[in-house]
């Protein structure tokens, strides 16, 4: 995961273009099976039109001396997302308005887009912005607005029921680490994972695509069936770091997808930092939107918004590690597991019924020695057919992928059946 | 307020007789909608009998000198309410059993009555008390109880809905300030204020009468109409001095008024004390009473039996004041306005709309700019026609007026619909 | 109580066998209608069969030298439940896989047994143990496995309503005290108490089972006649000692017997320690289990489990008194008294009563008089016809019993009704 974040991390992408593409392909190689599919630009989205492409050849400022002071090549943030072509020398009080850095982080350069607007503009250090002199500048960006598509990438593999599981992540920020490229490979690694587990019982739903524009055009397409066929899903962003784990709530927090991720977090990182919804940012807003109303959360490492290098090049590489997206690929493995697992169980019998005759209970009774089937224990006095695996995890401290393994001991012994 | 509360202030109030009538047509004076009632003494009201008129010309007590040490002239809180004539002499002893005092506030006459059954005694300063020196005193009480009526004033303002607000207050203290000028003026001024207000939803139901048995010969006249229309209601008292804020809950907390109240003072007076009913002590008790059950509650500034001046001489006018009056009429002014725009809203599109494209949303995004429209988008998330304005604003933090204003610039771009 | 504890201390009882029988028909002695049942070993019931009686005449190790230095005759802990007959000569090291000891608390003998497995073991003071020499030990066991039958006391109590309020305890422990004769003699004399008491509403169900099999078997047995008629029930064990009071909730917690509980315990040891079910360990095991599902919590004095004698000989008479006795007796009392008066309230009238009228309130109000009739007005307040006396209590803060005799007061002076 962390070669191919590095291999896509120079790639200058936006929320169209050529960019995106590559990536996107480059996706396509591990997974040939997704589909990229390219919606036309001044497309309606509902409330949306799909923009122009965006295209950008080079971009620089020049001093009166002839320097080169700014470059788009040395970095791709230098550049404001979707600026007009300009090619004019200007004072520094007229360079000024366009130039955006963050006096709390001066070495920094912060990440800026205008999408729905036209305008051109630099983003810069802070200290190098201070350190220029009166004087005429040269301002250059070779770039182009035209019309072609959106793209993304979708790729559904289908389980015993059609009711889905649903990952969704963008592939529309330039060179940026946790924020966003550890979405893309992670949720590219949960695909490999669940194509080759055979034994799944949901349908899975991924796409790649970029934040707000394409998840909506998304949507536009497809809401439909996604309504009637989604259980829970996640929008995959910041997962990449090895500081916080985080949760976002849906609107409500009260779907199976927050159910999941709370209870896994809870005995995984019981440390771990609740959001509500008022602190949500990513697709998670479309996707809980008035009328979409889908059952959508999101589980982060450090959270977009919430640390200090968001949205500026200090987001880079070694701000993610293997480990940090490691740590989250297990995440999001135990919540699909415990999505998997979960399901209603009763006991075939009145009363407790008499496990040590099955050998699965000490048959000598000593001064507490019953602790090491408690476990077994406390799952069958709650399997009364009325609770599912996370209600009767919550209650008896147990993690459903445990509670999944002793089910299936049970089940063995006949002793439990599966409530339909 | 304060001004009428001061010219007022010396009438003898009670519950049935000529201090009410005057005061009810001082209040008339200013409202000439405002009907005032008579109803017949004798008259039974549900478990009640209306009392006869009790009328006072005279009263004091003179000791053997012919020295006048306590005279109802000087404080209309010296004799018992309801006392019944006298002229006798009385020895120490003898008068000792019909003084009251109170030790913990030796210089305060208590306010002490005895509607309903027939005593005669003086309310004295407990210093005062403590140096009578023994001997014989000329008790003298001019008094009469008749056949007469109950008075109430009542005033219904309609509006665009037959559904009301009711507000209640009482007038039959005597010479008290808190408890209670402030009640009947800022109730008053709520009147005028609503009459001017001519874009109003509800109707409105405004009563002014004797604590206890007004209430009482009130809904035994007008309980089914009450039942059916009224969908939130206060009673007003206590709302004149500066210090405390507080809230009386209704029988289960759980009424419109109480939402209205509680999310009021949240965001006016985070501060402020809530009660649970077991403190309840005014007329929300026969507001709330079984069979009756209609949604009231209340707020005060320092509520009655809760700052030591309560039903003493020390309630007076430096109790209260211009301010304390004011900051209770723009709190119960805030609840009604917030209770006439509170509805349900829906967003017209699926997903975000594109506020942008409709100058309602900065079109460059700069790290954490979007904090300025956050209260407009977190508004936005939650109106999927579910969740009222109460439930909107006690989730996302922004008081209802200000959510109304949103409203009105969302529905004037064609982006909101009320949910009827 | 303590007296025939005392009495019954020494027994050997098990879960079968003639030491149950001598407990019971001691018990039948006190109460003449409880009915001693015999159901033959070898019954399925449920998921379990009943074992074989186990008979033990006698018991010992004996040293290479003669002396015997464990004796079945001195503490009948010293032999592991249902141990299989031995006479055997055996080395220390083979002697050591059959003691069983304590080493944190190495003066005390621990209870063990094996009532589903054929075994054999004594079971010592840890510190008699390190003592031991190598060398040969006689090990001696004198005891039989056959057919017979399992024993259980049931008595049935009938009231005005079928409804039922069931009683459960446990008599197969050998000498322990607290856990269990307290459970016994106390249960025993609750029977005697209700009998007496000709005005019950209820009808009562009393039985004195083995644990675990014993309570399977009635449940094998009468579980349709117990789902439809007990409305609340209670496990009594450990009820003897004067330390903590506890309480073992039911499976959700949710049950009348739960609400009863814990709202006598709010009111009489408001300090008591509350457990989740999750700390169950006795036969509210079987009554709360899938399939069973009666309401049946539990109150404690120290719980088992939760005390360092707890299944060993130091749970002796010296553990449990008079006083911890009585005090678990007139708690369970004032739970039962709580059931029989719980029903709902409607005052006969809209609005307040006047009570001053029925000499029921003060005719003369004076600060804060009312004080003395605030249980009566909170009372009357909330008798709506919705809530039980449990919920008013709760919400009120007057114990059941207290508002019972509040409501006595009311319905003479034909103010309240009783909502059927």
Sequence with gaps: MYKLAGELFPVCRS???EGTRTTLRRIQKEIPHMIIHEIPTGTKVFDWTIPNEWEIEDAYIEDADGNIIVDFKQNNLHVVGYSSPIDEWVSLEELNKHLYSLPEYPDWIPYVTS?????????VAHNQRMSLKDGQYHVIIKSKLFEGSLSYGELLIPGKSNKEIFLSTYVC????ANNELSGPVVQLELA???????ERKYSYRFIWVAETIGAITYLSRNLDTMKERIIAGYNLTCVGDERAVSYVSSKYGNTLADQAARNVLHFMYPEYISYDFLHRGSDERQYNAPGVELPVCSVCCSK???YPEYHTSADDMSLISPKGLQRAFDI???IIMSLEYNTKYKVNCYCEPQLGA?????TESFHRSSVTVKDMMDFIAYADGTQDL???SNRIGVPVTRLHEIAQTLMAADLFSEVK
Excluded: A, D, V
Excluded at 173 to 176: G, K, Q, R
Excluded at 358 to 362: C, E, I, M, T
């Design 304 to 306: 977009y918004h919430e």
């Design 390 to 392: 996370f209600q009767i």
């Design 115 to 123: 999408y729905y607007k036209e305008r051109w503009g630099f983003c």
């Design 192 to 198: 490999k994972w669940i194509q080759n587990n055979k």
């Design 358 to 362: 099955r050998g699965l209970y000490p």
């Design 173 to 176: 920020h330039p060179s940026m």
């Design 15 to 17: 929320i169209t273009g």
């Design 332 to 334: 999001y493995k135990e």
